[in-house]
């Protein structure tokens, strides 16, 4: 047997030996039995890696896995770094929530024994909540930290641990490699110390969070307002099986409607997600039985959270009176358009977007008299990055997004909210109801004003060793000698987030974002193509953006059928020059 295969072997003995958990001792047990190599080296060539956006692995037992072990030795490395970083973490104390998924109640009570027994106070909440909700608690309670247990829209057998700081944000640099050097330093899990919730309230260490919903409903409340009385707006909603109905529907309520139908077969949590095969609203099939439904009674709007509730989709009446979902971006203009026109004009209003959404956002923007910028892809570079321009340059920040159907309004949770943007576009629908408008129509007006923008992407899979060699070698041909025109187009700058600097010809200036694998060609025209390496899978995603002016007389339809045409070809001529077709 390889010394690769002995090394394999002792590691899954050590974790079989410090696992707090019977049934993935048991697991592990079998497949040692079994003498599995395969599976267990799966399970045992790395560890869950620690990042930025916490820990997401697939369920089970093994290093590379999400489980009680890792878990207790991912909060007491969080536990230590607080306490070395702030002196009054652990009375701020740490928040703790769970969604519906396998093993998140277990894995947040494993979270609050560990930091119980380091001294933590834990705002603990008992019953499954959205993530919003919890990185609200953050701030409601001024915690030094929050941990979130969800793995969003990924498939069932994933979980997760998302982290926030004590700015109610989730963690960035240098805090996460800061954690990550801590929890490598934890010693054995069974030695470590445990309270359970009666040993922790005996001691005062699990006060109750039970006005942190109120006050959450209310701050949305306020965000929204109450709609006048007398619009019909009819709404149908559905939770994907996840924990966004109880909030989402109260808010929608105290919002003024009173017409909201649920899908009652996907409202409760459930975690085998049984009637979609994706818990992701982005995913063909997902929103079929809220469409459903919205037909059935005739509502105007249709609303879906992904399972933890932190992520908004759309649908709404097309010109011949059938639903039609909406996209991110079309959503994310039309929020932003709408809060843009309705906050003060003063100069200081702040939008954000991530660097793969639409340009359309910038034009927007200018329109209003607001500043806005893009961030890196992920809402805790929108939140962190809204923080420091509110500090350093005095403005005000009114939305941000992402086109993977993430927004956040105003600075009550500092992270992407399903449930408070759900409440702002069924506001915007009657809005415009009065109005005898719709939301396509209101974008159909954006279009005419702004330009006809599409977004166009392609995700490329390069399975094995060789396709992760080709993925490379295309970044650094792309880096050596970008293209000077893509189809008709002249291309007028090149953003090179790896290198940190910005090419406008012969001038090079620093970058303002993060260091990051992304390339980003600006076309004249207002086109742009973004390509980045996935950091997870063997793929190569390539954003491409479009843009057309819609001509006078000219029907929508027609305009996106004439964009889709040149951005065809704008792809088809990146692709082939790019050495991916």
């Not at 390889?2 to 707090?20: G, T, V, W």
């Not at 700015?167 to 899990?189: F, L, Y």
């Not at 982005?282 to 459903?292: K, R």
Request: neutral net charge.
């Amino acid at each position: 047997m390889s010394e690769s295969s002995d090394d394999i072997l002792a590691a899954a003995r050590a974790f079989l030996a410090d696992d707090p958990d019977p049934t993935t001792r048991a697991e592990l047990a079998a497949l040692l039995e079994r003498g599995d190599l395969s599976s267990l080296t799966e399970r045992f060539s790395g560890r869950l890696e620690f990042g930025t956006a916490g820990l997401r692995g697939l369920i089970g037992a093994g290093d590379n896995r999400i489980n009680r072990r890792v878990v207790a030795q991912t909060t007491a490395g969080l536990c230590a770094y607080l306490a070395q970083t702030d002196a009054t973490a652990r009375t701020r104390g740490l928040c703790v929530g769970f969604d519906g998924r396998h093993m998140s109640r277990e894995l947040a009570e494993e979270t609050c024994a560990i930091a119980s027994a380091a001294g933590f106070v834990v705002h603990a909440f008992d019953e499954v909540v959205p993530t919003p909700l919890l990185a609200f608690a953050v701030l409601d309670r001024n915690a030094t930290a929050g941990v979130m247990v969800t793995a969003s829209h990924n498939p069932r057998q994933y979980n997760g641990y998302k982290v926030y700081w004590s700015n109610g944000a989730q963690i960035i640099p240098p805090h996460d490699e800061g954690i990550a050097r801590a929890i490598s330093q934890v010693g054995p899990v069974l030695q470590l110390p445990r309270l359970d919730r009666a040993q922790a309230s005996a001691r005062g260490l699990r006060p109750s969070v039970a006005p942190v919903r109120e006050r959450y409903l209310a701050g949305v409340h306020a965000l929204v307002g109450t709609q006048p009385a007398g619009h019909t707006l009819r709404l149908a909603y559905t939770a994907l099986h996840g924990v966004g109905a109880p909030l989402a529907l109260e808010a929608l309520a105290q919002a003024g409607f009173a017409q909201v139908h649920s899908v009652k077969t996907q409202e409760q949590p459930d975690p085998d997600f049984p009637s979609v095969a994706f818990p992701n609203p982005e995913e063909p099939g997902a929103m079929d039985q809220v469409l459903a439904l919205g037909e059935q009674v005739n509502a105007d709007l249709i609303i879906a959270n992904d399972p933890d509730a932190d992520r908004l989709a759309l649908g709404c009446r097309d010109e011949a009176g059938a639903l039609r979902v909406l996209s991110g971006n079309e959503i994310g203009v039309l929020l932003a358009d709408y809060l843009l026109a309705h906050a003060p004009a003063d100069g200081r209003n702040l939008v954000l977007t991530s660097l793969v959404s639409t340009p359309m956002i910038e034009r927007i923007a200018q329109a209003h008299g607001a500043y806005w910028e893009p961030t890196l892809t992920g809402f805790k570079w929108i939140a962190n990055r809204a923080l420091e321009l509110t500090r350093s340059r005095n403005l005000r920040f009114v939305f941000g997004f992402e086109e993977a159907l993430g927004y956040t309004v105003g600075n009550l949770v500092r992270d992407k909210d399903g449930i408070s943007a759900a409440a702002l576009a069924a506001r915007i629908a009657a809005s415009y109801q009065r109005e005898g408008r719709t939301l396509r129509m209101a974008l159909a007006d954006l279009y005419r004003r702004h330009g006809l923008f599409g977004s166009f992407p392609s995700s490329l899979t390069l399975p094995g060793a060789q396709g992760l060699a080709k993925i490379r070698a295309v970044m650094q041909a792309l880096r050596a000698a970008p293209p000077t025109r893509v189809g008709t187009s002249a291309v007028s700058s090149l953003l090179d987030l790896e290198l940190g600097v910005l090419r406008r010809g012969s001038h090079t200036e620093p970058a303002t974002l993060p260091r990051s694998n992304v390339l980003v060609l600006a076309l004249e025209g207002g086109h742009r193509i973004a390509i980045r390496p996935s950091g997870t899978e063997p793929k190569i995603k390539v954003y491409l953006d479009a843009c057309e002016r819609v001509m006078p007389g000219e029907t929508i339809d027609d305009a996106r059928r004439r964009l889709s045409a040149f951005a065809t070809q704008l792809r088809d001529d990146f692709l082939t020059q790019a050495g991916l077709r």
